[in-house]
């Protein structure tokens, strides 16, 4: 079932609120940027999601083929959350007050993106 969440950079300049459904699924992912950032996230629709502060906080980084924009905090440096495409994950890390049992229990799918597949999951994930 889906719960309303709060999310924050880690200064607090960036707030923002998303239903979402942990139970229904987390990802990681081995591409570049994934990798060097640590990224957990979670899926959110669009209209589930609300930015609530620091929009003016928000810097936009872009690679390869432009598609996604990887926000994050001029201040803090945090990545809240990635968005384009009509596609919106927010960082699973940056959802505040989660209780620790909810995200133990949030399952994780993996993505092989470093090897642009994404029908099946990196042959290995423990360094994820
Ligand atoms: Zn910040």
Excluded at 45 to 59: K, M, N, P, T, V
Excluded at 96 to 118: C, T, W
Aim: hydrophobic residues 35%; positive net charge; glycine residues 6%.
């Amino acid at each position: 079932m889906k719960k309303t969440y709060q999310g924050s950079c880690h200064c607090g300049a960036v707030r923002f609120e998303a239903d979402l459904d942990l139970a229904k699924g987390t990802f990681k992912c081995n591409c570049s940027i994934c990798f060097k950032t640590r990224a957990w996230l979670a899926p959110v629709a669009a209209s589930d999601f609300r930015l609530l502060s620091g929009e003016e906080s928000l810097a936009d980084y872009q690679f390869n083929r432009r598609v996604l924009h990887h926000r994050f905090c001029r201040t803090c440096g945090v990545r809240p959350f990635s968005q384009g495409d009509g596609q919106l994950a927010v960082r699973v890390n940056c959802l505040d007050g989660v209780d620790s049992q909810e995200l133990i229990d949030a399952p994780v799918k993996y993505f092989n993106m470093r090897h642009d597949d994404v029908k099946s999951p990196p042959a290995e994930t423990r360094h994820l």
